[in-house]
């Protein structure tokens, strides 16, 4: 449908706020086609939604399930059926939020048994992902050169 690429994956860092008025991630509507959102917080929650009485809603974390974003893409392939999600992060917790030095690992019950489960650092992870998709770019050369993939 698209020969753009359109995907992507981040751990990102949401700083914890102190103030009521303090958002980690201000109001917006995601550009592409979804998200989807792993709330790994401690049952706390910092994601909030803007519903159709234009009025905050909390979106806590429930446990073993992602929360799915509609985008803007999606809204505009499917004519407005699928409206895009209004949505920011407001972290109350006091603890901050993963970032690009995260540890993830193979989830509990995935994978093929008897194969070791994989951990890898998000940031690492996703920085050789980008470097392989752009393998001609100076910065993907550069990188094998250094044996870094």
């Known amino acids: 449908m698209s020969a753009f690429p359109m995907s992507g994956l981040r ?3 949401y700083p914890t706020q102190e103030a009521p008025t303090d958002v980690g991630i201000g109001a917006h509507a995601d550009y592409s086609w979804f998200t989807l959102v792993n709330q790994l917080s401690l049952g706390v929650p910092a994601l ?3 519903n159709y009485n234009g009025e905050w809603i909390s979106a806590p974390p429930v446990k073993d399930s992602l929360v799915v974003n509609v ?3 999606l809204e505009m392939a499917t004519g407005g059926r699928f409206v ?3 949505h920011r992060v407001v972290n109350r917790t006091g603890q901050e939020s993963p970032s690009e030095d ?3 690992e193979t989830l509990p019950g995935c994978g093929v048994v008897g194969e070791e489960r994989v951990s890898v650092v998000a940031g690492e992870w996703q920085r050789e992902r980008l470097l392989r ?3 001609k770019h100076p910065s993907s050369v550069a990188a094998r050169e250094r044996g870094e993939i």
């Open 11 to 13: 751990a990102l860092h």
């Open 48 to 50: 909030e939604v803007l």
């Open 71 to 73: 985008g803007d893409f």
């Open 84 to 86: 895009s999600t209004v």
């Open 102 to 104: 995260v540890l993830v």
């Open 133 to 135: 998709a752009r393998y």
